[in-house]
């Protein structure tokens, strides 16, 4: 008989919904390559935001690198000889300790390569110091058996019980006896499948239901708290505000702000810092050649126009320093090159006050 933490889908289902959103919101990102302030669109620029492979599309690309990240605590990525970027479903990583890593059978669908990859030649990412997966695993089999316990006891609480009494009926006779077992699981199928059901009474036979209505106990929403509990355990795990996953709109600006900051941005410092290992050499990073990825934000450039104003007309930023914070790509026009002070914001005469 299947265990009661293993009837259910839960942890499947809540690692789903937490994977599935960071997958969702980091696809959105925009991966730029820049030499200095100026942007480069080469073949890299396309092959990250939109097409890596002949097989997958950029926003499919990154939610499958983030779901094996998360889920599997780390993701290999190859460049093929034709410049894809393909994702390892399968390899096996050699460790040293002084010299490069190795990575053997390395696998993507049906395709198993017969090289070995040097760590300079791959992109590897890593998601945590211990696996996810086992920690999600450990939780789950408290809450699985608790789970499956309250499911268990819906069912019995609600289940019809019932007796018959048979009268003169002759335990040798086998035919009879059939017959009259037939009837019943006829009965029983009746009484389970269809809301009104009529029973025949007969002679020597008698149907009585003992079924008591449900009184105190545990609820359905019983159940759902314990869904919730660890769905919430999940979200916290991989840095996601319960909240969010919810849908809960109070204080969604700030838990939405916190689930960027400590989530995706961490996420996309590990993108970041391993793109620029593996695509730049030392000295063309230390020149100025990076990768700069531009993720989603839940502002438009309309909710800061006022603090855009005020910075710019204060002189704290120039025009370019600004368009680059909301996204934008620089513009020709030398006029965003000045720092500008306007009348509100001018010196005033030493001692005196500004008329």
Not at 253 to 280: A, P, Q
Not at 332 to 348: A, W
């Amino acid at each position: 008989m299947e265990s009661t933490s293993e009837r259910i889908h839960m942890k499947r289902l809540a690692i789903q919904i937490c994977v599935n959103l960071i997958g969702r919101t980091i696809s959105q990102s925009e991966f730029r390559i820049k030499d200095g302030k100026k942007l480069i669109k080469d073949e890299l620029y396309y092959r990250l935001n939109v097409r890596p492979n002949k097989n997958m599309s950029a926003a499919r690309f990154w939610q499958t690198v983030i779901y094996k990240l998360i889920h599997d605590n780390e993701c290999l990525i190859i460049k093929s000889d034709n410049d894809d970027l393909l994702i390892a479903d399968d390899f096996y990583r050699e460790e040293y300790g002084l010299v490069e890593d190795t990575f053997k059978s390395v696998t993507i669908k049906n395709f198993t390569y017969q090289r070995i990859f040097l760590m300079c030649d791959v992109i590897y990412l890593e998601y945590d110091n211990e696996n996810l997966a086992k920690l999600l695993n450990s939780l789950y089999s408290d809450y699985g058996q608790l789970f499956g316990r309250l499911l268990e006891y819906q069912k019995f609480k609600n289940q019809i019980r019932a007796t018959v009494d048979m009268e003169n009926v002759n335990p040798k006779d086998k035919e009879n006896q059939e017959k009259l077992q037939n009837f019943i699981n006829r009965m029983y199928q009746s009484v389970k499948e269809k809301t009104f059901s009529i029973i025949p009474q007969q002679k020597g036979f008698k149907y009585e239901e003992h079924s008591k209505p449900s009184g105190s106990g545990q609820t359905i929403d019983d159940i759902n708290k314990i869904t919730n509990g660890f769905l919430d355990q999940v979200a916290k795990a991989v840095g996601i505000p319960p909240s969010l996953v919810h849908g809960e709109m109070a204080d969604v600006e700030k838990h939405t702000r916190n689930f960027m900051t400590f989530c995706i941005d961490s996420l996309l410092k590990k993108i970041k810092d391993e793109f620029d290992g593996k695509f730049f050499s030392k000295q063309e990073y230390l020149s100025g050649k990076r990768m700069d990825i531009r993720r989603i934000t839940y502002r438009n450039m309309f909710d800061v126009a006022t603090a855009v104003d005020k910075l710019r007309s204060s002189g704290v930023a120039n025009g370019h320093e600004l368009r680059d914070e909301l996204g934008m790509e620089e513009s020709d026009d030398p006029i965003h090159e000045k720092y500008v002070i306007t009348k509100n914001y001018s010196e005033t005469v030493e001692g005196g006050e500004k008329e």
